[in-house]
């Protein structure tokens, strides 16, 4: 007897099952579909493997698209009558070498679902399904992948070595499946990552970022960079984020600094992209750790902006995005709130308008994460971000300017009233005015301002002074200071 439930199946798949057997092929459901059914969980994406060659397909059906024709595979656009939908159908493959480590050197048609299956990376994905089928034959299970889904065991399929020299990507899915199953790697195909590194070293930046992104959404992200880490796939992609070598934090943390990342990125409560800053937010620590005398202890001055700077690179060699790369580094390079009680209500607005309103709710995510994935002083710290978001909101219900656009009086104005013309001086006196607002919230009054920029603009310089390097590193400290 079959151990799933087949009218979960959508019924336009049902149907082109149905209508390739009445043509005189056979069909099936096959890879993480199956195994998402048999775990009893929601079922994205519906793909059909056939022995019926992709000319045969587009025979049976009224539209076919050849979407990836050169591997066998097309999508068939199943009739409403049927209930609609457009579904993948690849041709039953067998073996064949893969000289560039991503994609086999050429295409071979079999007739028999065992040898597709025995081609695929993980036992558990190698399990097909006939829902016409009479009810001891639906499912085909070769290798036992039900038996590791009920065991949580991720194991490759046949000898895990081949597998992962084939497939470079392979190695980077296994970790990632130990994360977004929350299953166990097998040790013997945990132990054949490391050797197949070279194979990885072909995947396309674009794919690792992809099954980043995928692992990012699992329940514990820390999962899948533990097995990255440990065999070597991070050496290859992310060697920035390798621990080092008695990294320990201080006598404030219990955890290392990757311990710490593992406990922030786990506890991040938000998107892919929040949660990748929190794995990223302490990435500078290594390079700026320095013993304190004074202390007693390990420091880590500065180590927000040398981790901003170093995500940067990072995230465009695996190929994010512009926008992500400038919200992941922003929140890398402010994440370091150090709010007390005594701040005064300017220091707290000079925060907002350092953070950003766009980017109050990342930044309260990601230092609620960072205050989660410690081990010390988590209620007190979460007390005072919740002070602080008192604080913060308090400011923004007042209406209060936080940015030069705020401001009763804009750039128009200055240049009109007093004959200026744009350039660093006109940027230089907004600023200086804002500078004025942020610490008197009254003073924010058209005629006020003016009068103001009268008295500061003989002051200042032709060009805007270059700010050395303590001046830049003063900007992200205590704003109260």
């Known amino acids: 007897m079959s151990d799933v439930d087949v009218s979960l199946v959508p019924r336009p798949v049902v149907a082109l099952i149905a209508r390739l057997r009445e043509r005189g092929f056979r069909a099936w459901i096959v890879g993480g579909c199956v195994r998402d059914l048999l775990r009893g969980g929601v079922v994205k994406d519906w793909d059909v493997a056939t022995s019926a060659h992709p000319d045969e397909v587009k025979k049976s059906f009224r539209r076919v698209i050849p979407t990836g024709i050169e591997h066998g595979t097309v999508t068939v656009h199943m009739p409403e009558a049927d209930g609609g939908g457009a579904y993948e159908v690849t041709t039953l493959r067998g073996e064949t070498t893969y000289s560039d480590g991503r994609r086999p050197d050429a295409v071979i048609f079999v007739d028999d679902i065992v040898a597709d299956l025995a081609r695929r990376d993980f036992t558990v994905n190698a399990i097909a399904l006939d829902p016409t089928a009479p009810d001891d034959q639906q499912l085909i299970d070769p290798f036992d992948g039900r038996g590791d889904l009920r065991r949580r065991l991720l194991r490759a399929v046949g000898k895990a070595e081949e597998r992962f020299s084939e497939d470079g990507l392979r190695a980077l899915r296994a970790a990632r499946f130990v994360a977004s199953l929350e299953f166990e790697l097998d040790p013997s195909t945990a132990a054949a990552i490391r050797p197949a590194l070279a194979t990885y070293r072909k995947v396309s930046a674009e794919r690792v970022r992809d099954e980043w992104v995928k692992a990012l959404a699992a329940p514990r992200p820390s999962r899948a960079f533990e097995v990255m880490r440990e065999h070597g796939l991070l050496e290859v992609s992310a060697p920035e984020l390798l621990p080092q070598h008695g990294c320990e934090q201080n006598k404030w943390h219990r955890y290392d600094v990757w311990g710490h990342a593992m406990a922030c990125v786990d506890a991040a409560r938000g998107d892919v992209m929040l949660r990748l800053s ?46 992500e790369r400038t919200r992941i580094a922003h929140l890398v390079r402010h994440h370091l709130v150090c709010y007390e009680p005594s701040w005064s209500d300017a220091a707290v607005r000079r925060w907002v308008q350092r953070i950003g309103r766009d980017r109050l709710d990342d930044m309260y995510a990601l230092n609620e994460a960072d205050i989660r994935g410690k081990d010390v002083d988590k209620e007190a710290d979460l007390t005072a971000q919740n002070e602080l978001r008192a604080r913060v909101s308090a400011i923004l219900a007042r209406g209060e300017a936080l940015s030069v656009r705020d401001l009763a009086i804009g750039g128009t104005d200055l240049m009109s009233r007093l004959a200026m013309t744009p350039g660093p001086r006109l940027g230089m006196l907004l600023e200086r005015l804002m500078e004025e607002v942020i610490e008197e919230p009254g003073k924010n009054d058209a005629a006020l301002l003016l009068e103001r920029a009268r008295e500061i603009l003989p002051t200042l310089p032709e060009t805007k002074p270059r700010k050395d390097k303590g001046e830049k590193k003063a900007e992200n400290k205590d704003p109260s200071s």
Do not use: C, I, Q
């Open 278 to 323: 929190a794995l990223l937010h302490d990435v500078g620590k290594p390079k700026t750790r320095a013993f304190s005398e004074k202390t007693n202890d390990w420091t880590f001055y500065d180590h927000e902006r040398v981790g901003a700077e170093m995500v940067e690179p990072m995230l465009a060699r695996l190929r994010f995005s512009n926008d």
